[in-house]
């Protein structure tokens, strides 16, 4: 089977940085992806590390370490706008099937205050 | 370029009726996806198709759950009979390469059963 652990809340000040964890279980691993829900709305595709070290792009930095199975998203000069839950998903599967899956975690709980 | 489309938006209905929720991926996309995301959880893969196959139901409660994707294109997903434990938003995604890290999804359907 396949595991994800994520912390399920976090609270940070407008303009400060915050990293959320993760850590995973999974067989046929690929990659760690990111994604932000905003309440009532629709996942969007935010980050993705399938080597070890960190990707940036823009406010956002994912970094990845696959002997830890261990991935984190930071998020840097925080906005209000960036209170949403953000959930890592596992990317795995067996090349040689050319089949993939992603597995979400159960997400956090972003809360951004002034 | 537009979005995933789904519909309808809200559902509420009694317990042992049936319900069916549309969705129309991104055009080109021939990776289409049914999630269902309980409160509080990240989304829970119920299908995947390429094209018109289902690749992957193992996670699809066959007994009340039935999906369809003819032509390849729009896919529908119904409940019959649904139970007070469907209750949660159904989320349709699709990906323009099988089992990419990068999912694009709709808005969701959130549904009630009473």
């Known amino acids: 089977g396949q595991s994800l652990e994520q912390p399920s809340e976090v609270t940070a000040v407008e303009g400060a940085i915050v990293q959320i964890n993760c850590t995973y279980q999974t067989s046929g691993f690929y990659g760690l992806s990111w994604y932000q829900q905003h309440d009532g709305g629709a996942p969007t595709f935010l980050s993705y590390?399938?080597?070890?070290g960190l990707e940036e792009t823009g406010r956002f930095s994912s970094f990845l370490s696959r002997s830890d199975s261990y991935g984190y998203l930071l998020l840097q000069e925080l906005q209000m706008k960036d209170s949403a839950s953000y959930f890592c998903?596992?990317?795995?599967?067996?090349?040689?099937?050319?089949?993939?899956?992603?597995?979400f975690g159960k997400g956090t709980k972003l809360s951004v205050i002034p | 370029e537009a979005g995933v489309v789904q519909s309808p938006r809200y559902k509420i209905i009694e317990k042992k009726q049936p319900v069916a929720f549309w969705c129309n991926p991104i055009?080109?996309?021939?990776?289409l996806y049914w999630y269902r995301q309980n409160l509080g959880q990240g989304p829970e893969l119920l299908i995947r198709y390429e094209n018109e196959e289902a690749v992957d139901d193992s996670q699809l409660p066959k007994d009340r759950f039935s999906a369809e994707r003819l032509k390849g294109v729009d896919s529908t997903l119904k409940i019959q009979p649904a139970e007070l434990g469907d209750s949660a938003v159904y989320l349709c995604a699709s990906s323009p390469t099988p089992g990419g890290p990068e999912q694009f999804f709709g808005p969701g359907t959130r549904l009630t059963v009473l």
């Open positions: 998903a596992v990317r795995s599967g067996y090349s040689g099937a050319g089949s993939y899956q992603l597995t």
């Open positions: 590390n399938a080597l070890d």
């Open positions: 055009s080109g996309h021939n990776t």
